[in-house]
């Protein structure tokens, strides 16, 4: 199977699941940054041979991968190219502790930070002052030791501050044996949210979705009125 054939087969699939299960779905095709720099623009230039027939689900792309392996920069024209192209970038930024290349990041510009677990305070400043919210992932951090536990987790620092935008997310739900509901649910329970904290938490996800305006505003009737108590 090439990897037209996988993306079409996956592609598809979301499809025929959106007509029988009651399910929004929204692909971002993603950018390994442990594999070569050929293989970043093939991927770029392959969503882009797909965006006519398949642009009402794939809205952006994502760059993630091992943080250690790869520099930033080489990626960066694959990345430029996406965005030309009106692609939305989640980038995963500040997993470790690498202060230049958080930097580089952040002046590249993204639309939403991924984990965000080594920001500054400066640097969360600068993402809050662009608006750009910081995926906090709790059940994927502390398994994958990059927090020493739940409680000294940043997502605590970034909520009651402000500072940012701030979103719960899963990271990889199958890899981390975690769900969107459990991870609301472990928030509620550590961090003595209340309702309202999680209505706040489930519209700033909503909001900061890659989604058509049509979209947000079917999934805000959805949930509305909220009731979200865990």
Request: with cysteine; charged share 25%.
């Amino acid at each position: 199977m090439s990897k037209m054939d996988y993306m079409v087969c996956v592609l598809e699939t979301i499809i025929e699941s959106m007509k029988t299960e009651k399910i929004l779905v929204r692909l971002l095709p993603s950018i390994d940054r442990a594999a070569d720099v050929a293989e970043a623009m093939d991927t770029v230039n392959l969503v882009l041979e797909l965006l006519p027939k398949y642009d009402n689900i794939i809205t952006g792309i994502d760059f993630s991968g091992n943080p250690k392996v790869g520099k930033f920069e080489y990626f960066m024209p694959a990345l430029t190219k996406a965005r030309q192209h009106h692609l939305k970038l989640a980038i995963h930024c500040g997993e470790i502790d690498n202060p230049s290349e958080i930097d580089q990041m952040i002046q590249f510009g993204m639309d939403r930070c991924g984990h965000g677990t080594f920001l500054s305070e400066t640097q969360l400043q600068e993402l809050g002052s662009k608006k750009i919210p910081i995926e906090c992932c709790l059940t994927s951090n502390v398994k994958c030791r990059t927090v020493n536990g739940y409680e000294d987790h940043h997502f605590k620092h970034i909520f009651n501050s402000k500072v940012a935008p701030v979103i719960l997310c899963t990271d990889d739900c199958g890899v981390f044996d975690t769900t969107l509901s459990k991870e609301f649910a472990l928030a509620q329970q550590i961090y003595n949210l209340t309702n309202d904290d999680l209505d706040y938490l489930l519209m700033m996800g909503l909001e900061n979705a890659f989604l058509e305006n049509r979209d947000r505003i079917y999934l805000l009737k959805e949930i509305s009125p909220p009731n979200y108590g865990i």
